[in-house]
């Protein structure tokens, strides 16, 4: 719903400066790439992440952009990213380990 609210009003100040006069094609599409990129931004989560331990389980001071992970969570998605890079993709079969 947020989201949408907020494309909306991107959309409606990207049709104003395309009715704009004056102002050339290239200058036109670079501002509303930059009204769109802007709202990208406001709209992407900034979560922290803790660590999560015996010790330590408090949130902090505002618990709303926080998760809660493990050090085997991150461990887990950095061998996943890992595994993407290295993976090759091969035409006949050969033996060995790739």
Do not use: C, P, W
């Not at 990207?14 to 709202?39: C, F, H, P, W």
């Amino acid at each position: 719903m947020r989201i949408q609210k907020k494309l909306k009003k991107t959309q409606k100040q990207a049709e104003v400066v395309m009715n704009q006069d004056g102002v050339t094609e290239y200058n036109k599409l670079r501002q509303i790439s930059k009204m769109y990129d802007k709202s990208k931004r406001e709209l992407k989560d900034n979560k922290k992440y803790i660590v999560s331990s015996k010790s330590r389980t408090g949130a902090g001071k505002d618990s709303r952009n926080v998760k809660h992970v493990d050090s085997r969570m991150k461990k887990d998605k950095r061998s996943l990213k890992v595994k993407k890079t290295r993976q090759v993709k091969r035409t006949h079969k050969r033996r060995g380990k790739f």
